[in-house]
């Protein structure tokens, strides 16, 4: 599958933005969608997740209770709305599928083998 990630964009801390990850093909009971970002110097981390089957959620404690994900199986697409944002969260945020992955594996970027390109999110104070 492959995987189309926007939205990103600059803003102040305190606002929000959505992210949007359009599939190319149909993601509805097939694949485990998941964000990850990556800010400079630091390694790729787990975001949120959504499952293929039944649409439970996962967060990273750094964004629960701030970010939601949520999918639109008609549209084979994915989003992350993120509210009250902080300058910690700047990042190059990256959608990822998988059709196999484990529950204990699924916070995992090697459990998956397609993704999007990315999409700068840039948080000022």
């Known amino acids: 599958v492959q995987l189309q990630a926007s939205g990103g964009g600059s803003v102040q801390a305190g606002a929000s933005l959505r992210l949007s990850c359009a599939a190319s093909e149909r993601i509805a009971h097939t694949y485990d969608m998941t964000w990850f970002r990556q800010a400079p110097g630091k390694e790729r981390e787990f975001v949120a997740a959504i499952r293929k089957t039944g649409g439970h959620t996962y967060y990273a404690d750094s964004v629960k209770g701030r970010f939601t994900i949520s999918r639109d199986n008609a549209k084979n697409t994915v989003y992350l709305q993120m509210n009250n944002l902080k300058p910690e969260d700047t990042a190059i945020y990256s959608c990822?599928?998988?059709?196999?992955?484990?529950?204990?594996?699924?916070?995992?970027?090697?459990?998956?083998?397609?993704w999007g390109q990315g999409t700068l999110v840039t948080v000022s104070s």
């Open positions: 990822a599928a998988s059709s196999t992955t484990i529950l204990s594996s699924l916070r995992l970027p090697r459990s998956y083998g397609s």
